[in-house]
């Protein structure tokens, strides 16, 4: 991930994957979306900290540049398919334990919504239509990932011809 990178957690839990993707590999924002309302609640504070820590002397000139930019990371309280995906180019989907149909909605919604080229991590994907096409896009595995990564693609595009 780099800084044109936006990150959405799909089932964000306490947020530590969005503050990770911003803060150590970063993407220049990171949007949790979490259903619980205490986890939800736990990666509010935990934002909180991260203000705090911001502005204590552990954090460095590059630390406070990316922590200080408002709107860097959001959480957010509510049903994944609701969130509105357009803007993502990089999603986080555990969706462990996610009912099977649950997790073919979620393919078809990824499809609709994400851009082009947009990378999709989904280590449970097992309700997904390999061979799914919408709108003459796929998911396309990629290859040197253990099989849970994908990147949105034109069917009938090369690798790397995005
Ligand atoms: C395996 S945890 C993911 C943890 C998190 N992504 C991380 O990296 O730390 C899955 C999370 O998805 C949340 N979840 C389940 N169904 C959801 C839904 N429909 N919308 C939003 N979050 C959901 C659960 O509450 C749980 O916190």
């Given at each position: 991930?780099g ?34 309302e ?8 935990a934002?909180?900290?991260?203000e705090g ?15 200080g930019?408002?709107?860097?990371i959001?959480m ?11 803007a993502?180019?990089?999603?986080l ?5 996610y ?17 082009l080229?947009?990378?999709v ?10 061979g ?27 690798p790397g011809?995005l």
């Amino acid at each position: 991930m780099g800084d044109d990178d936006v990150l959405v957690d799909l089932g964000g839990g306490v947020g530590k994957s969005v503050v990770g993707g911003v803060m150590i590999f970063n993407a220049s924002q990171g949007f949790s979306v979490e259903l619980s309302e205490s986890r939800f609640a736990r990666a509010c504070r935990a934002l909180e900290r991260l203000e705090g820590a911001a502005a204590s002397r552990a954090c460095g000139r590059a630390c406070r540049e990316r922590a200080g930019r408002p709107g860097l990371i959001e959480m957010a309280h509510g049903d994944l398919m609701d969130f509105d995906l357009s803007a993502a180019t990089v999603v986080l989907a555990f969706s462990t334990c996610y009912p099977l149909d649950f997790q073919a909605r979620l393919q078809r919604k990824l499809l609709r919504e994400l851009r082009l080229g947009a990378r999709v991590y989904a280590p449970q994907h097992k309700g997904w239509d390999e061979g799914l096409v919408l709108g003459g896009r796929s998911l396309a595995p990629i290859p040197y990932d253990f099989g849970h990564a994908f990147r949105v693609e034109a069917v009938g595009t090369a690798p790397g011809e995005l």
